[in-house]
């Protein structure tokens, strides 16, 4: 029924910024967490960052990462500022009920966007 629609994604040398956009569709956006996640090659996917009414981050981004929402639009964002190589990964896109913290828990699921930094 939703769908999640990921952009904004790139190269970006370290100590750069990007923001990520994901459009949403088909639902009733305002009634759902909107989630972040990434997922490294070879890796688990984790969370990033999840905002309802509060918004909460995950320790090795929370001094440098902004997740916001825009109802009006439809759209969730996450500014990523001085970006380190750790930070590579595909980012995507989640909604999901205001409890939700872990993947299984969001219902769905945009296709992610590329992020990669270089050192």
Not at 37 to 55: D, Y
Not at 64 to 85: C, E, G, H, W
């Amino acid at each position: 029924q939703v769908q999640l629609v990921e952009s904004g994604g790139g190269l970006v040398q370290a100590g750069g910024s990007l923001r990520l956009s994901c459009a949403a569709s088909g639902g009733t956006f305002s009634s759902y967490a909107m989630a972040w996640f990434r997922q490294a090659p070879g890796k688990e996917r984790e969370f990033v960052a999840v905002i309802s009414w509060s918004t909460s981050y995950e320790d090795s981004v929370k001094d440098r990462f902004t997740i916001s929402r825009d109802n009006a639009k439809n759209t969730v964002y996450l500014q990523m500022n001085s970006l380190i190589p750790e930070d590579t990964a595909v980012y995507y896109c989640a909604a999901g009920p205001y409890s939700a913290h872990y993947s299984r828990e969001y219902d769905y699921w945009g296709q992610g966007t590329q992020v990669t930094v270089s050192s």
